[in-house]
């Protein structure tokens, strides 16, 4: 990716390094990403809510980062992009417990609803009071990978009302029958767009669950204002730099093509 102007680059704000997460307790990193111009201009952005934070911009992420920042900046030189990302870090070692919307077997205690009361309780009122983002479903979306996949499709499905965009990559489909079966009764609720991602050299088994479950959500075209998009990369592995090749991607699909 060529080298792009600190002019287009997102303004990036730490809300508070230890936001108090009350539903659960505990505190945690949140960061704003702003377009670039966002002071200098009176507009309403969408707004993009994604988790494990950690992956997303930052140099020293152990598995290496998304490149949001970069793919943003880049975007915004096209004059795409023009979108409000708000990253909220994982648990670190409850991140599993956070982001699961069910038990295992090995997970019996899980916290998947409690993070998503606090997303929809506390983070997203606040976002909307302090940022010139726009409120309404069809310019709210969430997304992330892995487990983060997992509980943005679990969220798009139990919360339909709020948000009216989802980008999904590589979610942990094997968790639980569970989520199959929610997508089976998922209805829209309005305009609704789904970016979803797989890797061929992810597991045995994951690129199957993801295919099994587009099969599902492609049934869902019945409804005039669903619409799904599904991208393959046949050497995609699960990791972090082959969800940041399909971040620009998704986001040019979701916010500029699907506008």
């Known amino acids: ?15 508070e390094e230890e936001y108090e997460i009350p539903q659960l307790n505990r505190k945690r990193r949140i960061a704003v990403l702003l377009p670039h111009d966002y002071y200098k201009s009176n507009k309403y952005y969408p707004v ?10 930052d140099d020293y992420a152990p598995y290496g980062n998304w490149g949001v920042d970069k793919s ?20 670190g070692p409850l991140r599993i417990k956070e982001l699961l919307p069910y038990p295992t077997s ?4 899980v916290e998947g609803q409690l993070y998503l009361k606090f997303m929809m309780e506390t983070l997203k009122p606040m976002i909307d009071n302090k940022y010139r983002v726009m409120v309404d479903r069809d310019h709210t979306g ?27 990559f590589s979610p942990s489909l094997w968790i639980s029958e569970e989520i199959y ?19 061929g050299m992810e597991s045995a088994s994951h690129y199957g669950n993801v295919l099994r479950m587009e099969n599902i959500l492609q049934e869902k075209r019945k409804y005039d204002d669903f619409d799904i998009h599904f991208s393959h990369n046949h050497k995609g592995e ?22």
């Open 238 to 259: 699960h990791r972090e730099i082959y969800w940041g090749q399909q971040f620009p991607i998704a986001m040019d699909w979701l916010y500029q093509t699907k506008r």
């Open 106 to 109: 090995k997970y019996t205690e």
């Open 48 to 57: 993009l809510y994604l988790h494990d934070g950690q992956n997303l911009f």
């Open 181 to 199: 079966r929610l997508a089976k009764g998922y209805v829209p609720f309005g305009p609704t767009d789904l970016y979803l991602y797989a890797g």
């Open 1 to 15: 990716m060529e080298t792009v102007t600190k002019a287009y680059h997102p303004i990036i704000e730490i809300l």
């Open 72 to 91: 943003l900046a880049h975007l915004s030189k096209q004059g795409k992009g023009n979108v409000v990302i708000v990253a909220i870090d994982h648990g």
């Open 142 to 168: 969430i997304g992330g990978s892995s487990l983060g996949g997992l509980i943005s499709l679990y969220a798009g499905f139990i919360y339909r009302h709020i948000f009216g965009k989802m980008m999904i």
